[in-house]
């Protein structure tokens, strides 16, 4: 099998493919869970359709991002899919220490009103 003109062996593909499905599904999951108990908290507005709608749009940019710069964009020709793996982990980096900071300032402040 060649995945970018490369030759790589179809069991090392399923199982990085696997791994980086599971690890960032894992990671947007918890993201989820942070974000929901922080509007809880703040006094936001849970209602389940505005969750809805919220998930709904969010599929909506990932797909249409992903057909315009991966499919139409060609960069599925430009970067190899191990670096495509690997690129999103520094912003879920930094997405992660905003999601700590951030559930640590609501708590102080929902704990000192």
């Given at each position: 099998?060649?995945?970018?003109g ?45 969750w ?62």
């Amino acid at each position: 099998m060649t995945l970018n003109g490369k030759p790589v062996d179809a069991s090392d593909a399923g199982a990085l493919s696997f791994f980086f499905a599971l690890h960032y599904g894992i990671f947007t999951l918890v993201h989820g869970v942070f974000a929901f108990v922080m509007a809880f908290l703040a006094g936001g507005d849970l209602h389940p359709g505005m969750w809805l709608l919220a998930g709904l749009t969010l599929a909506l940019s990932h797909v249409g991002s992903l057909w315009i710069n991966w499919y139409d964009g060609g960069e599925r020709w430009r970067v190899s899919a191990t670096t495509a793996m690997w690129q999103p982990y520094p912003r879920m980096l930094v997405l992660h220490v905003a999601i700590i900071l951030g559930f640590g300032l609501v708590l102080r402040w929902v704990g000192s009103a």
